[in-house]
């Protein structure tokens, strides 16, 4: 069995959730770094959906790290 675009995502929307309910700005900057390679891959494969999808994350976790830093 192979793992799909859809199985990366919703796994990177949970985490988001997860680690942005823990304050973890750190895991939420790893995070964003992985959406970013993933979007660039979607991106060279000419997979524009999926690479819009996986900007949307990092964008969602970029701007999860600010709210936490605003806590601070």
Not at 41 to 50: I, L, P, S, V
């Amino acid at each position: 069995m192979m793992l799909t675009i859809d199985q990366i995502a919703q796994y990177c929307e949970q985490e988001l959730a997860r680690l942005q309910l823990a304050g973890d700005r750190e895991e939420l900057r790893r995070l964003q770094l992985a959406l970013g390679v993933l979007m660039r891959a979607a991106e060279q494969a000419r997979d524009r959906d999926t690479a819009m999808r996986f900007r949307v994350l990092a964008a969602r976790a970029a701007n999860a790290q600010e709210i936490i830093a605003g806590e601070d």
